[in-house]
């Protein structure tokens, strides 16, 4: 396992494509300017002769682009193995799918963990990148990669901003979108949450002002500390109680003491200490701050409708019952405003208690759902079908 | 104002009483031994002839004895000042009303801030305390102070705990009982909010293992991160939206940058840097602590009615619609268990966005019931009418 405190890059045995360099510099949303951008990615499914059947799935705040296959780096199995691959949903049979490492992420692509070309690492004077600047770099990769049309981009929690942020920006190149448990803006509680998690890792004097690499240390404690308080808001609170309810850990009785007593506090610690082996601090702190920056309706006039107008995309949204994370309330604002626009959407809430992160896990009725409307949009865009007649 | 980073005692302008010395020591519900135990308290209203009259508010994790008039230590005004003074419906025209200051805590009662007899500071070697501890401490306190009979105990939160866990203790010596935005249980998610804090707390340096007291520091980052992750859960989703929503603080637009660009970043952050100055890290790990060892079903068999079974005590239970921290379910739980116990029980959720710190603001509706059923409870008591007569 390799700790991502350091630059990733093709000789981790990841694909890396240079999206920006100081001849063809890569603008961002707050003005600043960087002049290399990598960015990694990961395909499945070959691209066909039409170069028509190009799947986009975006990733959430904390994966990287291994969505169907195991990450060399990590040693991590897939993150979507259910969702993408030979006769799923996404069937890798039919469409070729890209997914790539977000802007400011740390699994490849130019990030904070990454080193500017005097070879010192950029830390907290990388600049701030937003959700707009991570899907231009998406759309640089394909453009480098020769491809023009996207028949489907989707994405749950960050990864569904990405795909909404994908069907305005690249306006008449998405046939088909798939937003799911996100949201066009973030609420309120969840700018606080990810600001506790903010405070939490900028708290640790390992953090050094974000110049941590520099010094060979990491703020691990400050960024265990943050991924515990936001993985609490990726389930449900039925689902603790089914899973943990007060059950001790290794344990008869309480020990009157500050050990894990509860199976909660035992598996929220282990989320905090695997996490930290695997992901930047600063990455965490630039991409939730990109969530935070999220609002496509403030970006379009205040109307949420206006992204959306004249779009030929056709949506299929999706929420669960039990995400409180990204409330299915926020998918039907949503939905509201892609019917106002007149677009052509679909909404489905999944009856479940899994909480936010149900998209990740084997929910049949979420892939049933998803497998009907990735294969309408198939038919419908004349693409060869599931028995590859 | 004076930081609670030493201890407080009578010189500080608080009432304080011992309830246990070396020769009549303090016996923990973990087998430990306190050999002094100092509670600090506060009263309102006039002790009635046949000191028939008493009502014991219980205050919440971070409050403390002062309901119903200002800190003099901190300078903070009364927490509870809707619900408790003249004319009100804890009225202490009628009633003789006594708060004390949690065991474990940091104002004025005996807890990891206050000095052993060698004068060192507990620290983290305070053996650590139940809810069942907490209101036995209490109870002695009204020995101390002559006082057999309660009429009334309420609170709120871990208040709401300690009422319960009266009724149960003192079986034959309270009348009235209400338990607001409470739970008979520290569910699995509310744990792990708390494990989340602790862990924020105890991965600040400044820590030093619970000795910060000796060495003249505080960890006060950890306790800030805990605070701000703790008050998200106090407060509702539509109350931050209709507080705070996506408004900027003092500017234009957005900083590109980690300052507190949104309201309830500033509003999260002061939270937390205001909370050091008045709370002990160690009290808020022990009351946290013993919140998580709450459940009274636990301790009757695995069947919560045995613990109210045969009570003559009357209840009457709140909950408010929006709050997710102790939910109306938890409270819906608790007055089934009384129902089927037999005891005589009211039930009311109150409807309102503002979440579980709704107890301590003003809900007129509750506000209305807490005063009717008190006055029922007063008539049936035999007590004097809220007109004197």
Redesign the interface.
Known sequence: MTSPARSLSGADGLKVLSVATPGRPFQLE???VLDHVDIAYETWGELSPARDNVVVVCHALTLDQFAASPNPVTGRPAWWPGMVGPGKPIDTNRFHVIASNVLGGCMGSTGPASQRPDGRYWG?EF??VTIGDMVKAQIALLDALGIEDVFLVAGGSIGGMQALEWTVQARDRVFAAIPIASAA?????N???Y??G???I????DWRGGAYLASGVRPD??L??AR??AH?TYVS?AS??RK???RLQDRQS?S???D???Q??SY??HQ?QTFVDRFDANSY?YIT?AM??F?LA?AHGGVLANAFRGLKTRFCVFSFSSD?HY?PEESRNLVRALNAAGCETSYLSIDTDKGHDAFLLDEPEFDAAMTGFIDAAAEARGLKRRDGA
Do not use: C, N
């Open positions: 707050s003005g600043q907290a600049p701030h803006r973030q609420s309120a509680q700018i606080g949450f600001e506790v903010r405070q939490a900028m708290a640790d004097p404690r400050g265990a500390v515990m308080a609490i609170e603790l109680k943990f309810d007060r309480v009157f003491g500050f894990a007593d509860f909660i506090e929220l610690r905090g702190l701050r935070d920056y609002d403030a409180w409330t």
